[in-house]
């Protein structure tokens, strides 16, 4: 069983300020992704990597891919209250069909 | 462009009462079809998962099944829920051999089992 721990499971920070999420696990993948959450809806995506060593940015948000491709993190930078919700990492294996969803972090970002 | 929709989007019903949430996708074909659990502010539990018709893969022995009696239709179902049912069930798709494992997901059905 393919399992994806991440850390931490909460946080919470004050506007301006920066923060990384951890996605950690001993499989390795064939590709990740990570979502944000709004409560009372579906997750929506932010990125992709697929390569070992992979850095992605997203305006604020920067996204590496582990060179094992076995982890992930998410940095924010200067972060704001919009950004508040709850991150998914998932890896995908078995041809990118298998999904395999993180714990969850849910960051909120005060004014 | 391409939709998923789930319906209902809220439910309640009582212990022992049978289940059918259904799950349809617009705008693409041989689409890979997911049920998801999510417990409130946590990760997403995967249920079942198809990648054709009549074809599915169940992730977690429970009192759940599923069905795909269409290339674009997944439907969740029980027989008598249990109190442990609750929570907030998603559907996702992945377009057919396209794409790296990206997921696009429905809205959403909450389950309150009483």
């Known amino acids: 069983t393919q399992l994806l721990e991440q850390s931490p499971q909460f946080l919470s920070i004050q506007e301006g300020e920066n923060l990384t999420v951890y996605c950690n696990s001993s499989s390795v993948f064939s590709s990740l992704q990570w979502y944000r959450q709004e409560p009372g809806e579906g997750p929506v995506l932010l990125v992709t990597?697929?390569?070992?060593?992979e850095v992605k940015k997203l305006k604020r948000l920067t996204f590496q891919f582990g060179d094992a491709r076995k982890d992930s993190s998410l940095h924010i930078t200067a972060a704001q209250p919009g950004d508040t919700g709850l991150y998914l990492c998932?890896?995908?294996?078995?041809?990118?069909?298998?999904?395999?969803f993180g714990t969850g972090t849910k960051l909120q970002v005060i004014p | 462009s391409q939709t998923i929709h789930q319906w209902p989007a809220t439910l309640v019903q009582p212990v022992g009462s049978p289940l059918s949430l259904e799950c349809t996708v617009e705008?693409?074909?041989?689409?890979?079809l997911y049920w998801y659990r999510q417990a409130a502010g946590r990760g997403l539990q995967l249920l079942f998962y198809?990648?054709?018709?009549?074809?599915i893969s169940s992730e977690v022995p429970q009192n759940l099944s599923a069905s795909r009696p269409q290339d674009r239709q997944f439907i969740l179902s029980s027989k008598k829920l249990l109190l442990s049912d609750s929570g907030f069930y998603l559907c996702?798709?992945?377009?057919?051999?396209?794409?790296?494992?990206?997921?696009?997901f429905g809205p959403g059905t909450r389950l309150t089992v009483t």
């Open positions: 198809s990648v054709g018709i009549g074809q």
């Open positions: 705008g693409t074909s041989n689409p890979n």
């Open positions: 996702a798709w992945i377009p057919f051999r396209a794409g790296k494992g990206e997921q696009y």
């Open positions: 990597v697929v390569t070992g060593g």
């Open positions: 998932a890896g995908t294996s078995g041809g990118y069909q298998k999904v395999t």
